[in-house]
């Protein structure tokens, strides 16, 4: 004899529209990315080529895995992107509500500059800058589509080395 939880050959028969609720989900369940890098500009993954995509071109070796934001032969340099391009803005709109993370390996290298004082040069121990007018870039854009916002932070060298300057 069978249990019920077995199947037949004749296959499985499952209910279409269940009796009861199961679960509430928030509507804001699809989520996306922003990489720190695409809102600050710098240095990050190089685009795959066509050959390589194809598998007819070889890969670049990669001479240390100390530091995966540290692989020239992986990187290239990109500017920021324009977070006020009406066309981002529509087609992101367009999905719906949700989370956006503005965040990645990157973002733990970054000096927040909201004051301007680095000059767009990274302090000692960190990779990036994001100024103040690229954040409220950042704010603008997530208003603009209905998104809530999540952010990672830095957590690096330079935090250390700034110590004394927080205290």
Not at 130 to 148: I, N, P
Request: hydrophobic residues 35%; contains cysteine; proline residues 4%.
């Amino acid at each position: 004899m069978k249990s019920e939880n077995q199947c037949s050959e004749e296959g499985i028969h499952l209910t279409v529209h269940p009796n009861r609720l199961i679960r509430h989900v928030d509507k804001r369940l699809m989520s996306y990315n922003i990489e720190m890098t695409e809102v600050t500009g710098g240095t990050f993954w190089k685009s795959y080529t066509r050959e390589q995509i194809a598998g007819t071109a070889e890969f670049p070796s990669v001479t240390s895995f100390t530091d995966v934001t540290a692989m020239p032969e992986l990187m290239e340099h990109y500017p920021p992107i324009d977070l006020y391009n009406k066309r981002l803005r529509a087609l992101t709109k367009a999905l719906g509500p949700a989370w956006i993370r503005v965040s990645g390996t990157w973002a733990t290298k970054t000096y927040y500059d909201f004051e301007g004082v680095t000059g767009g040069k990274a302090p000692a121990g960190y990779s990036n800058v994001l100024t103040r007018e690229q954040w409220m870039g950042v704010l603008d854009f997530a208003a603009y589509v209905g998104a809530k916002l999540l952010i990672s932070v830095s957590n690096c060298a330079g935090d250390t080395l700034m110590g004394d300057r927080w205290s």
